[in-house]
């Protein structure tokens, strides 16, 4: 086998996921990086008019997953929801979908809304919750109270049999025990899914400015690692299987829609700010929503960037973004698909990786240890270095 094969263009796999980005909010929170309006809903006729035009398109492809993020799709109103989903549903057969995600925040929530969701095909929410603690939601800027969050849940739990709630932990002045209580109310809720997430601070984020100027204060790195473990454990005792870095599933429901981005298998992308992975090629619409309905409502494609991704860089991808899931990566298997010997390329990362005790190799069967699970982001950040690769 050549060390590198042609590009493998034929060998692209036409996506089975597609993600639409909805922007529009009621606020922005003081650690939100993403593409979002705020208090402008006199845009959403505008939006809806130009997402649907956007995936025109796409010419109905077959899919498998389909995800609403934002932003807020909940924000919606359900008249602006149906009309949304009405669009989708003439783009795509959404009753051929295996997975169809919406995101939704607890204010939004109601039975209206979630027989609206349910009436167009919709079987799996994806709360953004982050706490149920009074103080921490303050700190992060969230509108709902933890009480709210219960109801919310249990109300969609009556409908919806896959359900996921986000949680952020290493809030400013959070401690261990705090973050443990967070996770007892989550996982003794209806909920088949949790993701949890250390707080991040974004450069142009207002908390980014607020740490840069002393104002709050990240809480140290020994107790963030404190928090994952507890997360560990306490999803381990609940019966939550750990199936990646941040996620945790019960009774086999991953999110799938993910597991399309973690496995390298490309995917549709439309809205402000939204990236898609198509044919080889990765693409990049405008973040700003202005520009985005502008371009559109003027017949010019919204897309800011769009970069080739060549044979080597994608399969760095496919080990970085693999090496996240629990299970193991399979570089015989990863070499016969690509067309090249990974292992030879990558051997400086995989070795480095090996010695510093963070991942273990069976016959070329990588897997993340239990130390390394702690430090995924260095080990993948080792494969995306083009410097390392022989």
């Not at 919750?129 to 709210?148: C, D, W, Y």
Request: charged share 25%; glycine share 6%; with cysteine.
């Amino acid at each position: 086998m050549d060390l590198v094969s042609n590009h493998p263009d034929a060998r692209w796999a036409k996506p089975r996921s597609a993600y639409i980005h909805i922007p529009f909010c009621r606020h922005r929170c003081g650690y939100c990086n993403f593409s979002v309006v705020a208090d402008r809903d006199d845009l959403i006729d505008r939006y809806v008019k130009a997402i649907t035009e956007e995936l025109d398109s796409l010419k109905r492809p077959l899919l498998d997953t389909l995800f609403l993020g934002g932003g807020t799709p909940t924000h919606l109103s359900n008249s602006h929801l149906n009309k949304l989903l009405e669009s989708l549903n003439q783009l795509f057969d959404l009753n051929e979908l295996t997975e169809f995600s919406v995101e939704a925040n607890p204010e939004d929530i109601d039975q209206e809304k979630l027989d609206c969701l349910q009436s167009w095909g919709v079987n799996r929410i994806s709360f953004g919750i982050q706490s149920f603690r009074a103080e921490k939601l303050n700190t992060l800027q969230r509108n709902h109270t933890g009480k709210e969050a219960v109801a919310a849940i249990e109300l969609a739990a009556k409908i919806f049999n896959n359900l996921s709630i986000d949680l952020i932990f290493g809030a400013p002045g959070e401690t261990t025990s705090q973050w443990e209580a967070d996770l007892e109310t989550a996982l003794a809720l209806p909920i088949q899914h949790l993701s949890t997430y250390a707080l991040t601070y974004e450069k142009g984020t207002q908390f980014w400015n607020q740490r840069r100027h002393g104002a709050i204060k990240p809480v140290d790195e020994q107790t963030e690692v404190e928090m994952y473990q507890a997360a560990l454990h306490q999803c381990g005792e609940k019966g939550f299987r750990h199936y990646e870095i941040s996620s945790f599933e019960k009774d086999n429901h991953r999110c799938l829609h993910n597991m399309a981005y973690w496995k390298g298998e490309g995917w549709y992308a439309a809205g402000p700010g939204a990236a898609r992975f198509v044919d080889g090629f990765r693409e990049v619409n405008h973040r700003s929503t202005f520009t985005y309905l502008r371009r559109m409502e003027k017949g010019i494609p919204p897309t800011e960037e769009s970069e080739s991704i060549d044979p080597i860089q994608y399969a760095s991808e496919r080990i970085a973004f693999g090496i996240r899931l629990i299970e193991v990566i399979c570089l015989p298997s990863l070499n016969r698909q690509l067309g090249m010997e990974t292992y030879h390329l990558f051997s400086k990362a995989i070795l480095r990786s090996i010695q510093d005790g963070l991942i273990e190799d069976s016959a070329g069967h990588l897997k993340l240890t239990r130390k390394g699970i702690l430090f995924a982001d260095t080990v993948a950040q080792r494969f995306l270095d083009s410097s390392a690769v022989i």
